[in-house]
């Protein structure tokens, strides 16, 4: 889906304020707003791209599963289970969250 589509979807299931989208992690389930990803210090790149956890003190390993709460997952690297392919305008694509 393009940019555009992806961002009429968000807005059509969570309304206009962008702070309000919700996002799964593929790997531990956890969902999270935008605002929980600004809560936690992560930046703009990081929403819908890492879990939320990768910036809680604590939280749980993403692939031993150990810990509580939200995990350690990052979408780059090797292993890419990013469900949503986003294309941009200049024709790259973005893999990231499925909306919650």
Not at 35 to 40: E, G, L, T, Y
Request: hydrophobic content about 35%; charged content about 25%; overall charge neutral.
């Amino acid at each position: 889906m393009t940019i555009d589509e992806w961002r009429a979807e968000a807005s059509k299931r969570y309304g206009a304020d962008p702070l309000k989208w919700k996002f799964r992690c593929p790997v531990c389930g956890y969902v999270a707003s935008v605002q929980d990803w600004k809560d936690a210090g992560a930046d703009s790149g990081a929403v819908a791209f890492s879990c939320v956890g990768r910036w809680k003190t604590t939280g749980r390993d993403a692939f031993t599963k150990s810990g509580e709460g939200p995990c350690n997952y990052a979408g780059g690297g090797l292993i890419h289970l990013n469900p949503i392919k986003v294309v941009q305008p200049d024709g790259t694509t973005q893999e990231v969250f499925e909306f919650a």
